[in-house]
Nanobody, 114 residues
């Protein structure tokens, strides 16, 4: 059974940091391309970051503030989020692109507010 389980979301003040985790099971994690997406209130899901071996890709809105990484030994992907802004408030979803299939987690809420 394939599972992607996000954690690490919560309430943080503007300028703060959070690290999201995505624990993956049921697939060969080391061959999956991992990414993060988010869904802002009232909007469609949007791309945030995708991890690649040579150079990761980021949405312009998070470039320089967010960092995607992975630990193959732990079957876990991460999203380090620094200098958070209120407009980063969203549900964040882990995505695995695995043998032409997109696999999704259930999402974790991130709220940036004072």
């Amino acid at each position: 059974q394939v599972q992607l389980v996000e954690s690490g979301g919560g309430l943080v003040q503007p300028g703060g940091s959070l690290r999201l985790s995505c624990k993956v099971s049921g697939i060969l994690f080391n061959v999956a391309s991992m990414a993060w997406y988010r869904q802002l209130p009232g909007k469609e899901r949007e791309f945030v970051a995708r991890e690649r071996a040579d150079r990761s890709n980021y949405a312009d809105s998070v470039k320089g503030r967010f960092t995607i990484s992975r630990d193959n030994a732990r079957n876990t992907a991460y999203l380090q989020m620094n200098s958070l802004k209120p407009e980063d408030t969203a549900v964040y979803y882990c995505n695995a692109f695995y043998y032409q299939r997109h696999l999704w987690g259930q999402g974790t809420q991130v709220t940036v507010s004072s």
